[in-house]
């Protein structure tokens, strides 16, 4: 198994920057592809950026392209979310997860596809 702890959320004036990390424990972390998803109160969970657990492969939500940067240390066990230029109505719970994958390459961004999770990082964008 694969422990998930999420940081680096907080509270963030529109326009600013913050940068997410997800540490894992248990298991070797580079076999699992790693996703980050967020939630805001009374929505769904949704997909915003993914990387391939050799990390030569990165996905994004449409609204997040070009702002959202992620990226993972398969030496440190961690993945990272750098965002920049956050809009209030980004504001939602932060999750990582992932997944064991046998293909180096393959990238996943739904949620259902994703077996292990942590337990959130808040993040809140100020107008």
């Known amino acids: 198994q694969v422990q998930l702890v999420e940081s680096g959320g907080g509270l963030v004036q529109a326009g600013g920057s913050l940068r997410l990390s997800c540490a894992a424990s248990?298991?070797?972390?580079?076999?699992?592809?790693t996703g980050w998803f967020r939630q805001a109160p009374g929505k769904e969970r949704e997909f915003v950026a993914a990387?391939?657990?050799?990390?030569?492969?990165?996905s994004y939500a449409d609204s997040v392209k070009g702002r959202f940067t992620i990226s993972r240390d398969n030496a440190k066990n961690t993945v990272y979310l750098a965002m920049n230029r956050l809009k209030p109505e980004e504001t939602a719970v932060y999750y990582c997860?992932?997944?064991?994958?046998?293909?180096?390459?393959?990238?996943?961004?739904?949620?259902?596809?994703?077996?292990?999770w942590g337990q959130g990082t808040q993040v809140t964008v100020s107008s």
């Open positions: 997860g992932a997944r064991e994958s046998v293909f180096p390459s393959i990238l996943y961004s739904r949620s259902h596809e994703y077996n292990y």
């Open positions: 248990g298991r070797t972390f580079s076999s699992y592809a």
């Open positions: 990387v391939s657990w050799s990390g030569a492969r990165t």
